[in-house]
């Protein structure tokens, strides 16, 4: 089954069209056949196209929304040009899976989008208002343009914490906001947690049940989750994808009087703050130079700036503060995992953030760890307690494995 996998944003969509089936999955030997995304909608867009391992080119074009950025997708797609020999016409396309951001306490695993499923996601807009109408958007594009001939599927980034047990999940606030604006933690990245934990299964040998990690996804946007028996028993992200952990732009946590006293004192609307505390504050703000962690670590090398050093210090003394934490709400666990760009790709940053974690049985192999990038990999030494591994995310192929799962009707377990 060729599945197109969607990630519709306000101002972008990015793409994969992944070959996979039930014997695939099986034989974990599924195909990327091409990717790519359309940025900057709505004006001179800037598209990158890559077909299956290839160089990834690049080109511009107006495009107006969404829809029309799949127009020029699918164009592509079944062109002689773009070179993916399994797609002849829109026929080959067999079904759509979604990234939906906020399935809030509705949705607790993937689903087959029907007008009940369509109904649930535009509920959750005043959960996520910033991402669910855009996901709806591409799965309305899809409809505009396959019509009703293909399935599609929604994956939804809460769902997988929708096994946080309510003394995590509620705030210190009066109760009734609980049930009058459903207030409450929802926690993001649940798919790149449910990924990760499914290839820390595959690494060791073990079950779900044994399965019991704390993870640092750490890209653009960073959380911290408690993995216990398979399931998640906490993050750090909360009602939205502010909370927790120092990110790219993000503030993470910081005392709520701050919010106000900023608004007064600059002058600021309550909406102006929340553009503050989200766009212009975590590495971006305490460095004042960008939110780019490769551009960060170069900086410092060059130049030891002071601000940056800073920046980079706060990053990883909170990413650290949450491990402890993680590790007390889930009574230990047997591995910290680190993915995202960050975790991914940056040795140094994961050697200061488990610097000081002796006590709690953890020691890096700091030769494996520098030469663990973009690869998976156990990085901890032969005698430590704590093991720790990078594992790179992937959550396009697990929105294309739930989507082949979720329309043949097979568990999809998380
Ligand atoms: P998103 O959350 O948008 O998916 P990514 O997971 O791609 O983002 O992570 C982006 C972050 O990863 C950026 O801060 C980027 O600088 C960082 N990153 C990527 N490669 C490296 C690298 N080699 N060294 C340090 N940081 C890196």
Redesign the pocket.
């Known amino acids: 089954m060729n599945v197109l996998v969607l990630n519709a944003g306000s101002s972008s969509l990015k793409f994969q069209v992944i070959a996979t089936d039930l014997d695939r999955i099986e034989r974990d030997d599924d195909i990327r056949l091409c990717r790519g995304q359309v940025e900057r909608l709505g004006g001179e867009a800037i598209i990158t196209l890559q077909k299956g391992q290839e160089a990834a080119q690049k080109s511009t074009a107006p495009i107006r929304d969404v829809s029309a950025a799949l127009q020029y997708v699918l164009h592509w797609l079944v062109s002689e040009q773009s070179g993916v020999q399994e797609i002849r016409g829109p026929e080959d396309v067999h079904a759509a899976g979604h990234r939906v951001v906020h399935g809030g306490e509705l949705f607790h695993e993937s689903a087959v989008i029907n007008d009940d499923v369509l109904k649930g996601i535009e509920e959750c807009i005043d959960l996520a208002p910033l991402h669910n109408p855009h996901n709806l958007k591409g799965i309305v594009a899809v409809r505009e343009i396959f019509g009703e001939r293909i399935e599609q599927v929604a994956v939804f980034d809460t769902a997988f914490h929708t096994s946080i047990p309510e003394h995590a999940f509620l705030y210190a606030l009066p109760y009734h906001l609980y049930p009058r604006h459903r207030i409450r933690r929802y926690g993001f990245h649940g798919t790149s947690n449910r990924y990760v934990a499914h290839r820390y299964r595959a690494l060791r040998g073990v079950t779900r049940e044994q399965t019991n990690i704390v993870t640092l996804h ?4 960073c959380s911290c989750t408690a993995i216990r028996a398979g399931q998640s028993v906490d993050t750090s992200m909360g009602m939205t994808p502010l909370e927790g952990l120092v990110m ?1 732009t993000r503030s993470g946590d910081l005392d709520p009087a701050i919010v106000n006293l900023i608004a007064s004192k600059e002058g600021l609307s309550s909406n102006e703050v929340d553009a503050v505390l989200n766009t212009q504050s975590g ?1 971006l703000g305490i460095s004042g130079l960008t ?5 960060l ?1 170069e900086e410092l090398k060059e130049h030891n700036d002071r601000r940056v050093r800073l920046a980079i210090e706060i990053f990883c003394y909170r990413a650290r503060k949450y491990i402890g934490a993680m590790l007390a709400s889930m009574n230990g666990a047997d591995a910290i995992v680190f993915t ?3 975790g991914e ?2 040795p140094d ?1 994961r050697a200061r953030i488990c610097e000081g974690l002796e006590w709690a049985g953890l020691k890096l192999n700091q030769s494996e760890n520098q030469q663990t ?1 973009a690869r998976e990999g156990q990085i901890s030494a032969e005698d430590s307690r704590l093991l720790t591994y990078v594992i790179p995310t992937n959550e396009e192929l697990l929105i294309a494995r739930d989507t082949v799962r979720c329309i043949l009707g097979e568990p999809h377990p998380s």
Do not use: F, K, T
């Not at 939110?291 to 551009?295: E, G, T």
């Open positions: 750490l890209g653009n946007g790219g590495l939110n780019d962690m490769r551009v670590e995202g760009g960050i790709n940056a940053i990038i």
